[in-house]
T-cell receptor
Framework: QKEVEQNSGPLSVPEGAIASLNCTYS??????FFWYRQYSGKSPELIMS????GDKEDGRFTAQLNKASQYVSLLIRDSQPSDSATYLC?????????????FGTGTRLTIIP | DVKVTQSSRYLVKRTGEKVFLECVQD?????MFWYRQDPGLGLRLIYF???????EKGDIPEGYSVSREKKERFSLILESASTNQTSMYLC???????????????FGQGTRLTVV
């Protein structure tokens, strides 16, 4: 089982609709969860972080975390063409003071005008 | 703004050459990481460091080594480049305490290395 798993997509969503991206992780000790966005040819950039069970909202983005199910998701409301990118789920693993940041393979999202 | 700068955007090297990829960060971060990114495989951790002269193997360290002589600089070394090391290499520097990954990781612009 991979440390962090994502559906590679591509995921196509009409403009204005909600895009839903999912991620599962294997290390039950993980405490920090991140969503990075990567445009083609560019480096990843952080869009959301979440540390507690439940929802965290930031503008059009909502991150959801369920530690019991080892599941984290990202919702993008009112999707825009500029949201077309690859979305990477990242999770910390290891013991405190000796942690690593592990990424999923990413989900490619396309917003259709 | 935090800046993570990689020395080259594109690099072409021959099989068997020793290759140095340099990464410099300007925010006094303890943590620095090297990843490679390949289609379908995502970002895979090669090596990381929490402190000067400290290094830890990541998930795919074979064929690579690193050097961290100064806090701001983390170098990735391909001892004898091979064609299967053709990839995009990304340096990242998370903020926060040494050895903790609970804050944002800032990435360099990447180095696309081609080994021929």
């Amino acid at each position: 089982q991979k440390e962090v798993e994502q559906n590679s997509g591509p995921l196509s969503v009409p403009e204005g609709a909600i895009a839903s991206l999912n991620c599962t992780y294997s290390d039950r000790g993980s405490q920090s969860f991140f969503w990075y966005r990567q445009y083609s040819g560019k480096s990843p950039e952080l869009i959301m972080s979440i540390y507690s069970n439940g929802d965290k909202e930031d503008g059009r983005f909502t991150a959801q975390l369920n530690k019991a199910s080892q599941y984290v998701s990202l919702l993008i409301r009112d999707s825009q063409p500029s949201d077309s990118a690859t979305y990477l789920c990242a999770v910390n693993r290891g013991n405190f003071g000796n942690e690593k940041l592990t990424f999923g393979t990413g989900t490619r999202l396309t917003i259709i005008p | 703004d935090v800046k993570v700068t990689q020395s080259s955007r594109y690099l072409v090297k021959r099989t068997g050459e020793k290759v140095f990829l340099e990464c410099v960060q300007d925010m006094d971060h303890e943590n620095m990481f090297w990843y490679r990114q390949d289609p379908g495989l995502g970002l895979r951790l090669i090596y990381f460091s929490y402190d000067v002269k400290m290094k830890e193997k990541g998930d795919i360290p074979e064929g690579y080594s690193v050097s961290r002589e100064k806090k701001e600089r983390f170098s990735l070394i391909l001892e004898s480049a091979s064609t299967n090391q053709t990839s995009m290499y990304l340096c990242a520097s998370p903020s926060g305490e040494a050895g903790t990954m609970n804050t944002e990781a800032f990435f360099g612009q990447g180095t696309r290395l081609t080994v021929v």
